[in-house]
Nanobody, 125 residues
C-alpha cells in the first residue's frame, strides 16, 4: 500500500496560481503512474493530469493543457501539480492517486489503487 498526503490547496483569484504537492510513502516502488483527480460539487470525479513515475511522461485532460504542469521529485517521493491561469471552474477537491498499471496511461479512477485525502482548491475573486 502507498500512503499519499496532499498539501498546497487554498484560495486563489482567477488568473492566479497554486502548487499542489503529494508526498508518497510506504510501498512506493510498486507504483508506476501517479495521477491528480478533482471533484467539484455535484460533479463526477475527473482526471486532471498524470505522470509515469519511471519515465516522466505526462498526460493532461484537455481543459488544463497549457495551464497545469505535473512533475515529480524521485528523491522526495513527491509529485506536484503546478496550476497557473486558474479559472473559477477549476474549483474542486483535488486528490492524488497511485496506479500499479503498465501500458496505456490510466485516466479512470478505478485504475488507481491508493488515494490521498484530498485538498480544496477554490478559485474566486
Amino acid at each position: 500500500q502507498v500512503k499519499l498526503v496532499e498539501s498546497g490547496g487554498g484560495l486563489a483569484q482567477p488568473g492566479g496560481s497554486l502548487r499542489l504537492s503529494c508526498a508518497a510513502s510506504g510501498r512506493t516502488f510498486s507504483r508506476n503512474y501517479m495521477g491528480w483527480f478533482r471533484r467539484a460539487p455535484g460533479n463526477e470525479r475527473e482526471f486532471v493530469a498524470g505522470i509515469n513515475w519511471r519515465t516522466g511522461s505526462t498526460y493532461y485532460t484537455d481543459s488544463v493543457k497549457g495551464r497545469f504542469t505535473i512533475s515529480r521529485d524521485n528523491a522526495k517521493n513527491t509529485v506536484y501539480l503546478q496550476m497557473n491561469s486558474l479559472k473559477p471552474e477549476d474549483t474542486a477537491v483535488y486528490s492524488c492517486a497511485a496506479s500499479l498499471r503498465f501500458g496505456a496511461f490510466p485516466i479512470q479512477g478505478h485504475e488507481y489503487t491508493d488515494w490521498g485525502q484530498g485538498t480544496q482548491v477554490t478559485v474566486s475573486s
